[in-house]
């Protein structure tokens, strides 16, 4: 029936292939033994949908369930000179991008860059909870963890617009709530940092000022109660961009430590009053621990869900 896809048109297994050869034109002898014997198990391989093809240029021809690697840096080279280039590509098929092996310490890149050229599978470490692995959590907070989030629609349909929708963001950090103890005391000196993440974004961090000995609700008003200034941020790419609050406990060798953090998709914060939820060093939310904030957003249309 029409719509309905045929068995001819599933993807092939290397075991359905005329030849002996890779995409590449050559043998992969990591699939056979010293004895020349395949030791992958054909059964198996049947049920492969996404047959992996290294990557030769963006006008390779190249079908919709084809799918190829990219390291962070391989994926920093091709997206930074051509933009449009990799988007345009990643329309068409598949990428996954992964860490470089050389961080043994379980690290992270910022995901926001393979994110920002239409990467669809962006692998991260989740021994620890990194910065990318902050932002992480926060970009699939747009469908409540619920699975896969959409692109947006320019990076999808080649006949949308292709300009990303910027606009203008201001936090103010009026105050946190029932912060954890940090190493068995709430005495210590507290700090909020406001940061803009993304793809060609700014990547300044926003200070407030630093309260002593005030670990459990600690308030930035001046001294005559008023709002301390907002910090001001010019997002290029709001369809992409994460705000990331972080709380730290500051001490006077520069150790600091993290106490609690939140990263929001910027296209779904809310204007006004807010006051954000906190989550720990194992992405797990602190409970009541929050910081209450003022959003002010200015040129850019309101979607219809929040987070």
């Known amino acids: 029936s029409d719509g309905a896809a045929s068995l001819e048109d599933a993807p092939k297994s290397k075991y359905e292939e005329t030849d002996e050869t890779t995409s590449e034109g050559v043998e992969d002898e990591e699939d056979k033994d010293q004895a020349g014997n395949d030791k992958l198990d054909k059964d198996w391989s049947q049920l492969v949908g996404l047959p992996t093809f290294k990557f030769q240029h963006f006008s390779a021809p190249g079908?919709?369930?084809?799918?190829?690697?990219?390291?962070?840096?391989?994926?920093?080279k091709l997206s930074k000179p051509d933009p449009a280039a990799m988007v345009a590509y990643n329309r068409r098929q598949l990428s996954r991008v992964y860490p470089a092996g050389t961080r043994v310490d379980s690290s992270n890149y910022d995901p926001s860059l393979?994110?920002?050229?239409?990467?669809?599978?962006?692998?991260?470490?989740?021994?620890?909870?990194?910065?990318?692995?902050?932002?992480?959590?926060?970009r699939f907070l747009e469908n409540a963890n619920s699975g896969y989030v959409l692109k947006p629609l320019r990076m999808r349909e080649p006949s949308s617009d292709p300009a990303p929708v910027s606009l203008a963001l201001w936090v103010t950090v009026i105050s946190c709530t029932r912060l954890p103890a940090v190493n068995s005391t709430d005495v210590f000196d507290a700090q909020v940092a406001v940061q803009l993440h993304g793809f060609d974004e700014a990547d300044d961090v926003c200070k407030t000022a630093v309260v002593q000995d005030n670990g459990f609700n600690p308030h930035f008003l001046s001294g005559d109660w008023n709002f301390p200034p907002a910090f001001s941020f010019a997002v290029k790419d709001a369809e992409t961009a994460m705000v990331g609050i972080r709380v730290w406990e500051v001490n006077q060798v520069g150790f600091n430590q993290l106490v609690g953090h939140a990263c929001i998709p910027v296209l779904h914060l809310r204007q006004g009053f807010r006051s954000v939820q906190l989550y720990d060093m194992q992405n797990n939310r602190i409970p009541l621990a929050s910081v209450m904030c003022k959003i002010n957003v200015q040129a850019v249309q309101r979607p219809k869900r929040f987070v």
Do not use: M, P
Not at 63 to 76: L, P, Q, V
Not at 115 to 133: D, I, K, P, Y
């Open 114 to 138: 393979a994110w920002a050229a239409g990467c669809q599978l962006v692998a991260l470490n989740f021994q620890s909870c990194t910065e990318g692995l902050q932002i992480n959590r926060g």
């Open 63 to 76: 079908k919709a369930y084809d799918i190829s690697s990219f390291s962070e840096s391989k994926i920093e």
